[in-house]
């Protein structure tokens, strides 16, 4: 009976590509923030393609998502898998949050620092993208894994020391004289830091898969 039911289930799935494929997703949203908090005419049309990768993210996550269900071979755990593809997505998730948070508040100039946030999520998103492909041979790319994880983890703390100095500027100029913009300036930045903050959660969970597989 069971080898019966074995036989209808796909017998391996296309996890690496769809890995890859949401990869690309989290490097077009980076690079879309990064244009975003330039400022300029175009905001809107940034944030528009922000949502838009969004969906596409989300589209992908849903199909790995029935797929690990429906595969009865899988190339890692089921666990790892979906660990994996749902922090993927927090991240694209936390940059539409961010955009929208631009977008609900009206913001239009941000600061230096913003800028330097976003940038270094843009490259965080390279070395995610790096990252990826080299899952198809864990043991064998183990050390190079470990080393653009460790990468990620350090843009993180970067991005952190980015994120604390722009706060206390903001406060600075904006704590006494303009307290509401204050708020809005520290929202913007904390979705900024999650963003960041969901990187590293990648990295943590590629980690996880090379310390289980390699």
């Given at each position: 009976m069971f080898a019966w039911f074995q036989k209808l289930l796909p017998q391996s799935g296309n996890f690496f590509e769809q890995f890859e494929a949401h990869g690309v997703t989290i490097a077009k949203s980076a690079e879309a923030l990064a244009k975003m908090v330039r400022g300029g005419a175009d905001i809107a049309v940034h944030i528009k393609q922000i949502e838009d990768v969004e969906h596409e993210a989300d589209a992908i996550t849903r199909?790995?998502?029935?797929?690990?269900?429906?595969t009865f071979l899988t190339p890692f755990d089921r666990g790892a898998i979906t660990a994996l593809i749902s922090v993927m997505d927090d991240a694209v998730d936390q940059m539409y949050k961010t955009a929208g948070a631009a977008e609900l508040y009206d913001v239009t100039?941000?600061?230096p620092e913003m800028v330097e946030m976003a940038d270094i999520i843009v490259k965080a998103s390279a070395v995610i993208t790096q990252t990826l492909p080299?899952?198809?041979?864990?043991?064998?790319?183990?050390?190079?894994?470990?080393?653009?994880?460790?990468?990620l983890v350090r843009m993180e703390g970067e991005a952190d020391?980015?994120?604390?100095?722009?706060?206390?500027?903001?406060?600075?100029e904006l704590g006494a004289s303009n307290p509401t913009a204050f708020v809005v300036t520290n929202e913007i930045y904390r979705h900024l830091e999650k963003v960041c903050d969901k990187f590293e959660d990648v990295a943590n969970q590629i980690d996880g898969i090379v310390i289980d597989h390699a």
């Open positions: 199909t790995v998502l029935q797929d690990v269900r429906r100039r941000f600061t080299l899952l198809r041979d864990v043991n064998g790319n183990a050390e190079k894994l470990h080393e653009l994880t460790s990468q020391a980015v994120n604390a100095r722009g706060l206390k500027a903001a406060f600075k």
